[in-house]
C-alpha cells in the first residue's frame, strides 16, 4: 500500500507542478485552487508512504515521478519540445526510480 500511495503522490505533484505553469500563464483562481490541492495531497500521500518506506527511497521516487511527469505534462499540454533526447532523459529517470523499488 505504501508503494501505491507514494505513486498516488507523484501523481499529484505532477498537477501541482502543472498547476504553476497554469496561474503563471492565466491568473485565474482555479489553477491557484488546483495547485493548493494537488501539492497538499501530494504531501498527504507522500507522508503516508514514508512510514513504511525510507525516506531516501520514498523522497526519490516521489521527485522522479513529478520530475518525469511534469516534463510529460509540459510536452503534451504546453508545446515543449519532444526530442528524442529528452524521452530517454525521461526514461532514465524512471528507471531510477523502479530500481529503487526493486532493491528496497
Known amino acids: 500500500m505504501a508503494w501505491t500511495s507514494l505513486i498516488i503522490a507523484g501523481l499529484f505533484e505532477v498537477v501541482g507542478v502543472t498547476m504553476i505553469n497554469k496561474l503563471h500563464k492565466d491568473r485565474?483562481?482555479?489553477?491557484l485552487v488546483l495547485l493548493v490541492l494537488g501539492f497538499g495531497a501530494s504531501f498527504f500521500f507522500l507522508s503516508y508512504a514514508m512510514e513504511t518506506l525510507p525516506m531516501g527511497t520514498a523522497y526519490?521516487?516521489?521527485?522522479?515521478?513529478?520530475?518525469?511527469g511534469g516534463a510529460i505534462a509540459g510536452?503534451?499540454?504546453?508545446?515543449?519540445?519532444?526530442?528524442?533526447?529528452?524521452?530517454?532523459?525521461?526514461?532514465?529517470?524512471?528507471?531510477?526510480?523502479?530500481?529503487?523499488?526493486?532493491?528496497?
Do not use: D, H
Request: hydrophobic share 55%; with cysteine.
Open 28 to 31: 485565474n483562481w482555479q489553477a
Open 60 to 68: 526519490a521516487v516521489w521527485t522522479g515521478i513529478g520530475a518525469s
Open 75 to 104: 510536452m503534451l499540454f504546453y508545446n515543449e519540445p519532444k526530442e528524442w533526447k529528452r524521452m530517454v532523459c525521461i526514461a532514465m529517470v524512471l528507471g531510477a526510480a523502479v530500481g529503487l523499488k526493486l532493491f528496497s
